[in-house]
């Protein structure tokens, strides 16, 4: 008898902690992180690409976050316009956008404007990580991707923006 009512408390238990970890995932604010290579975090692990850290950072804060990596390596602005509704779904708290250097490299049309405008139409407020944010952070050997400290600097850049944005 007292082994079942063991049981029966440790599943008693489980459950409530389940509940819990539901409800506070089902709380937290979803942020995508919207971008090419140095959103994707190419060169780097995936939990020291910027979206990653960025997480961490607000996490420490007390913010009940979840950022989206939804960054591909090489992508265009245009890629990200067709991609964006199912990428950014509803409910999604914000989003932040780098665009990326490949529109001009790939002689692709530069479809930004088309993306905050779609994703301002909805309610979803954009936070814009221009090209010359990475300027005077760490880079990788190849001159264009950041390191883990370059990520890390620049998640602590955007950190603010994004607690404001989403209000925590």
């Not at 409910?91 to 250097?101: C, E, M, R």
């Not at 309610?123 to 010359?132: D, E, L, R, S, T």
């Not at 001159?143 to 950190?159: C, K, R």
């Amino acid at each position: 008898m007292r082994l079942q009512a063991f049981r029966l408390g440790t599943i008693g238990a489980l459950a409530i902690l389940i509940v819990t970890f539901v409800s506070a995932s089902a709380d937290a604010a979803t942020i995508v992180a919207l971008g090419a290579s140095n959103t994707y975090g190419k060169g780097v692990a995936r939990n020291q690409a910027y979206p990653a850290q960025l997480e961490a950072i607000l996490r420490a804060k007390g913010a009940n976050v979840r950022v989206v990596n939804a960054g591909i390596n090489g992508d265009t602005t245009e890629g990200m316009l067709q991609r964006l509704d199912r990428t950014v779904p509803n409910g999604t708290s914000a989003v932040i956008l780098q665009p990326g250097g490949n529109d001009r490299r790939k002689g692709s049309p530069d479809r930004t404007s088309e993306i905050q405008s779609r994703l301002r139409a909805r309610g979803i407020p954009v936070i814009m990580i221009a090209n010359g944010t990475f300027r005077g952070l760490p880079h990788q050997p190849d001159g264009q991707h950041l390191t883990p400290e370059g990520y890390h600097m620049l998640a602590e850049q955007v950190a603010s923006q994004v607690a404001g944005a989403i209000g925590r």
